[in-house]
């Protein structure tokens, strides 16, 4: 995979089963991972709240990355991906 300046990057799955197709932005998928690592940190402090709130988001944020790992109409995890750039308009 190929990361280009000054792009943005789409990327397009289909579904092998259903053959449904969704599209999401690289960059969401680099902000929920993000969450969930922030959500982790959180869960190692000694501050009883941090931890609740921290597991709660957490488990948000896991749910949320599951479209990016399956498919939304069947449920299954046999999809293709594929990269498509875009310029990035100013």
């Given at each position: ?34 969450q ?21 988001e ?27 750039y ?5």
């Amino acid at each position: 995979m190929t990361k280009e300046k000054n792009k943005i990057e789409e990327i397009k799955c289909k579904c092998n089963q259903c053959k449904k197709v969704w599209h999401y932005l690289k960059e969401e998928e680099k902000k929920i991972n993000a969450q969930i690592g922030w959500s982790a940190c959180g869960q190692m402090t000694c501050c009883l709240p941090l931890q609740l709130y921290s597991k709660n988001e957490g488990g948000k944020w896991e749910q949320q990355k599951d479209k990016f790992k399956k498919c939304p109409g069947c449920g299954s995890h046999d999809i293709t991906k594929k990269s498509i750039y875009h310029d990035k308009k100013e």
